[in-house]
């Protein structure tokens, strides 16, 4: 027996691409799309975070704005006190009192990485922390939208996974303070 074909309802799909005529009912937006940094109160809490190149471990927080202050508490309170900081241009790391390198991420004078000493290797870049944000993008995305309230639940859990980078029996036990039983072997 054959399924009736699927027909598809226009009514929802919307014109793409189709001015809207009336300026007093603009279209729906989706998400909260507004330019700029956003804040707890304007319901897009910056999630601010720090990650060691050599090591991979991070350290991830949702805040309340991302001011310069809250910025210098986070890297302080996560970095040795020798850390060099590699960030984009943004003036909120300029408070931060740690030797920085910045990459310029502007139209007209773009760069990704550089190499300040001339050895070939590009050393000041902020690419490790651009793919933490990615993977934590990818992580929340099928959650389909995660209320301020319990984003930093869902921040910890990520941070948790991006660090352990592999789960073993031993570690299961010492989370859920399971002893080892016996000791099987020949």
């Not at 009736?4 to 279209?27: F, I, L, Y």
């Not at 090591?55 to 020798?82: D, F, I, M, N, P």
């Not at 241009?89 to 920085?100: A, F, K, L, Q, T």
Request: net charge positive.
């Amino acid at each position: 027996m054959r399924r009736p074909r699927r027909t598809r309802c226009t009514r929802t799909r919307g014109k793409k691409g189709v001015p809207h005529p009336a300026p007093g009912d603009p279209p729906r937006r989706r998400a909260n799309k507004r330019r700029g940094h956003g804040t707890f109160a304007t319901d897009r809490p910056p999630v601010a975070g720090v990650v060691g190149r050599d090591t991979g471990e991070a350290r991830l927080e949702v805040l309340r704005s991302a001011t310069a202050a809250e910025l210098e508490e986070l890297v302080h309170g996560h970095t040795a006190a020798g850390a060099v900081l590699s960030t984009d241009e943004w003036s909120g790391y300029d408070r931060v009192d740690r030797e920085r390198h910045a990459c310029r991420h502007t139209p007209g004078a773009r760069e990704w990485a550089r190499d300040d000493d001339g050895d070939g290797v590009r050393e000041v870049h902020n690419n490790t922390c651009e793919g933490l944000w990615t993977g934590l993008r990818n992580f929340l995305r099928p959650f389909r939208g995660v209320s301020k309230w319990h984003l930093d639940g869902y921040v910890a859990v990520f941070q948790w996974a991006h660090t352990v980078k592999r789960v073993v029996a031993a570690f299961i036990q010492a989370l859920f303070g399971i002893r080892p039983s016996t000791e099987l072997g020949p």
